[in-house]
């Protein structure tokens, strides 16, 4: 099993609706988690961390933790054609230690349709 | 205005040529990464350096090389003996990674094709 597996899409969602997107991870230790943002030919932009169970919101984005089941997701609300673009996930994989390196998912390919 | 920057953008090697690619960052970050990404890829992780004057290989340092002289600056360069070099090279930074600094912070990449 791959650290990190997310849904590969493509993803297509008409404008206003919400988007899912799905990110498994293998190490049940792991303490926090990420969400990239990327644009085509753009490098990733961090758009969301979270480290506890639950919720999450910053304005339309929500990232949802449930180590228990060990996902994390990111819902996307009243998405914007401006959202089509490429989502990572990432955990770290050096828990209990200070190297800092973190896994990637493949990434799910987001379009929101006008 | 603090972030990292990648140059050049754009880059053209002929074969058997080595080249660098530069990655400097003045957010104070100790950690610095190199990945490359292929079309339809995740990130793969070249090189890493914790600290000044260290560094580590990653997944897919073969071909590659770096070095860590400034804490600002973590150049790579994609050698001759790298035999499908032409990527996307993304250079990323963390905070104090001693205090739980997961997050990696990107600059904008070189695109790297190989006449």
């Known amino acids: 099993q791959k650290e990190v597996e997310q849904n590969s899409g493509p993803l297509s969602v008409p404008e206003g609706a919400i988007a899912s997107l799905n990110c498994t991870y293998s190490?049940?230790?792991?303490?926090?988690f990420f969400w990239y943002r990327q644009y085509s030919g753009k490098s990733p932009e961090l758009i969301m961390s979270i480290y506890s169970n639950g919720d999450k919101e910053d304005g339309r984005f929500t990232a949802q933790l449930n180590k228990a089941s060990q996902y994390v997701s990111l819902l996307i609300r009243d998405s914007q054609p401006s959202d089509s673009a490429t989502y990572l996930c990432a955990v770290p994989r050096d828990r209990g230690s200070t190297l800092g390196r973190l896994y990637f998912g493949r990434g799910t390919q987001l379009t929101v349709w006008p | 205005d603090g972030g990292i920057t990648q140059s050049p953008k754009y880059l053209f090697r002929k074969e058997g040529q080595n080249v660098t690619l530069s990655c400097e960052q003045n957010?104070?970050?100790?950690?610095m990464y190199w990945y490359r990404q292929d079309p339809g890829q995740g990130l793969r992780l070249i090189y890493y350096s914790q600290i000044v004057n260290d560094f580590q290989k990653g997944d897919i340092a073969e071909g590659y090389s770096v070095s860590r002289e400034k804490k600002e600056s973590f150049p790579l360069t994609v050698t001759s003996a790298q035999k499908n070099p032409t990527a996307f090279y993304l250079c990323?930074?963390?905070?104090?990674?001693?205090?739980?600094?997961?997050?990696?912070?990107f600059g904008p990449g070189t695109r790297l094709t190989v006449l």
């Open positions: 190490d049940r230790g792991s303490q926090s």
């Open positions: 990323a930074s963390s905070i104090d990674i001693t205090g739980g600094g997961d997050e990696q912070f």
């Open positions: 957010l104070n970050h100790d950690a």
